[in-house]
């Protein structure tokens, strides 16, 4: 595809080659990222950042990225803060924003709105989450988490077997990210959820027509014994009609050190998208997981920062420049990373 001025939307819109253009870029704004570096090619350009659904790292680290890149924020959170909550059209809010900012990152609770909103503004937008339908940046960071990890256990995307355990119904990630495993070969999805919060039934069918092998189950334990990657979610209680439905299901599949040990091959790896739900009644990954070197969530979001980067650098059409307008870092950077 070509990235500069597009709107990064869904997962669907990439060939594999986009992907590991995307993760080629992505390794090259580690120093960035690391704080080693300070670049400023995006000096004087403005991200409009629109977050009406909760979010903080999603928000905060497309935030980062941009200011990484030497640009600058605008915010927008919550509907009660904007004038949508005044009744203006999502095609209103997108042609006025669209003329503060040169690039857009949105969530919202509605599947497409993202889109619709897009296809009214005058700037890339960013798909930061719409609804339980895609969040693609979170799809890319995963994948390339998943290629990091699998890199030092002699393993590629290629040939992966994942298990993804939750909420597969309404997780707007785990349904992005196998859409985008579809790009790869002979991947092994085993789908761990309740019945009534099984993956759709549209997005299995994608991964059979790649070519991937899928098996659902609804048992934890058996699930996650042969796999490179455990994809734990959380029950995304803002989806269902009442507290009560979310109830019935949080807390059902449990992730803790113990079973680890005994059910899980070594060395396989434990992602999230967070946040986890660390209440009691849930605690899908628990906290003593802490110290386990397999527990890769903070790696994930760290890589968010190099991923989202690598996206702005791609739609603004700067890649070539970001080494051009950097200088060393001044101050005490050391330990971080
Ligand atoms: C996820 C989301 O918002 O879909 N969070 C995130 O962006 N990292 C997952 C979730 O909220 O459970």
């Not at 209103?92 to 709105?113: C, W």
């Not at 890199?151 to 909420?167: C, K």
């Not at 996650?224 to 109830?247: G, K, L, P, W």
């Not at 949080?250 to 113990?258: I, K, T, V």
Request: proline letters at 3%.
């Amino acid at each position: 595809m070509q990235f500069a001025g597009s709107h990064i939307l869904s997962v669907t819109q990439f060939e594999r080659a986009d992907v590991e253009r995307i993760f080629t870029v992505a390794d090259r704004m580690e120093p960035y990222a690391h704080r080693r570096r300070v670049t400023k090619v995006l000096d004087g350009a403005i991200l409009g950042s629109m977050f009406f659904e909760p979010s903080t790292r999603t928000r905060v680290s497309f935030g980062s990225a941009f200011n990484l890149l030497g640009g600058e924020v605008r915010e927008t959170t919550g509907f009660e803060n904007s004038a949508i909550a005044k009744g203006e059209s999502l095609y209103d809010t997108a042609r006025v924003l669209s003329g503060y900012s040169d690039v857009i990152a949105m969530r919202h609770p509605a599947a497409g709105s993202v889109a619709e909103f897009a296809a009214a503004s005058r700037v890339p937008v960013i798909n930061g989450g719409d609804g339980a339908n895609e969040h693609p940046s979170q799809a890319l960071l995963d994948l390339y988490t998943i290629k990091k990890e699998l890199a030092g256990r002699g393993r590629a995307i290629d040939g992966l077997r994942i298990a993804m355990v939750g909420d597969l119904r309404y997780g707007r990630t785990v349904h992005s990210l196998c859409k985008l495993l579809c790009l790869f070969d002979k991947v092994q999805v085993v789908l761990v959820s309740p019945q009534e919060l099984k993956m759709p039934g549209e997005i299995v069918e994608e991964l059979r027509q790649a070519g991937h092998e899928v098996i659902e189950s609804d048992a934890l334990e058996a699930s996650i014994a042969h796999v490179d990657i455990v994809y734990s979610t959380r029950i995304q209680e803002e989806r269902f009609s009442s507290q009560q439905e979310a109830d019935l299901y949080r807390g059902r599949f449990r992730l803790n050190q113990s079973i680890y040990t005994e059910h899980c091959e070594p060395n396989t790896v434990i992602m999230h998208p967070l946040p986890r739900d660390s209440r009691d009644t849930a605690r899908e990954l628990d906290d003593d997981l802490n110290d386990n070197p397999n527990l890769a969530i903070f790696r994930q979001t760290d890589n968010g920062v190099l991923v989202r980067m690598a996206l702005f650098a791609l739609v603004l059409d700067v890649v070539d420049q970001v080494d051009r307008h950097a200088r060393d870092v001044n101050w005490y950077t050391a330990g971080r990373f």
